[in-house]
T-cell receptor
Framework: DTGVSQDPRHKITKRGQNVTFRCDPI?????LYWYRQTLGQGPEFLTY????????KSRLLSDRFSAERPKGSFSTLEIQRTEQGDSAMYLC?????????????FGSGTRLTVV | AQSVTQPDIHITVSEGASLELRCNYS??????LFWYVQSPGQGLQLLLK??????LVQGIKGFEAEFKRSQSSFNLRKPSVHWSDAAEYFC????????????FGRGTQLTVWP
């Protein structure tokens, strides 16, 4: 198992464009999480899935943000009409249900720069 | 509401010196506590965790942390720091046995002098 994979690693986009990020979790993990991290801050929760069901969404996740996990495996995070304030590192993590004993496994993140 | 405070934004220590990074949490029930480390441009790596039992927990890379309920603290320690420990360290709290979301502190940047 190669851990949690995120693609792309870096994305530069013009303001107003749409972007989509992909996360491939550890295969046996049924939970998948998205976080956003800005410079000098800790990760902020965006949303998480258990299998294909989206169980919780943060108020940070505005209408321009949407996340999917259609088959309970990989997930995508889409940002529509990007704004400069969306520039951040977007982190994905996965875990097994009730895997507090294992915490999360994080991917290396996708760094988004909106110009 | 849950929250985590890491009062030290930046700490500098000499290689070989001892280290303690502070973490205070706010949570009404028994917390699930974590320390993660992040190198520049990378994701987060789990150092150690506490759920129950022995309040002194051992982690990877020679780190340990002590849970003190009376002080709502979960401080990270290492007896002798190596230059490779220079990174950003995040404390996090989760709720319940099914975990779900984590709440992170803002992090402490560790610089190690040779």
């Amino acid at each position: 198992d190669t851990g949690v994979s995120q693609d792309p690693r870096h994305k530069i986009t013009k303001r107003g464009q749409n972007v989509t990020f992909r996360c491939d979790p550890i295969s046996e993990h049924n939970r998948l999480y998205w976080y956003r991290q800005t410079l000098g801050q800790g990760p902020e929760f965006l949303t998480y899935f258990q299998n294909e069901a989206q169980l919780e969404k943060s108020r940070l996740l505005s209408d321009r943000f949407s996340a999917e996990r259609p088959k309970g495996s990989f997930s995508t995070l889409e940002i529509q009409r990007t704004e400069q304030g969306d520039s951040a590192m977007y982190l994905c993590a996965s875990s097994s249900l009730g895997a507090g004993g294992h915490g999360y496994t994080f991917g290396s993140g996708t760094r988004l720069t909106v110009v | 509401a849950q929250s985590v405070t890491q009062p030290d934004i930046h700490i500098t220590v000499s290689e070989g010196a001892s280290l303690e990074l502070r973490c205070n949490y706010s949570y009404g029930a028994t917390p699930y506590l974590f320390w993660y480390v992040q190198s520049p441009g990378q994701g987060l790596q789990l150092l150690l965790k506490y759920f129950s039992g022995d309040t002194l927990v051992q982690g990877i890379k020679g780190f340990e942390a002590e849970f003190k309920r009376s002080q709502s603290s979960f401080n990270l320690r290492k007896p002798s720091v190596h230059w490779s420990d220079a990174a950003e360290y995040f404390c996090a709290v989760g709720r319940g046995s099914t975990l779900g979301r984590l709440y992170f502190g803002r992090g402490t940047q560790l610089t190690v002098w040779p």
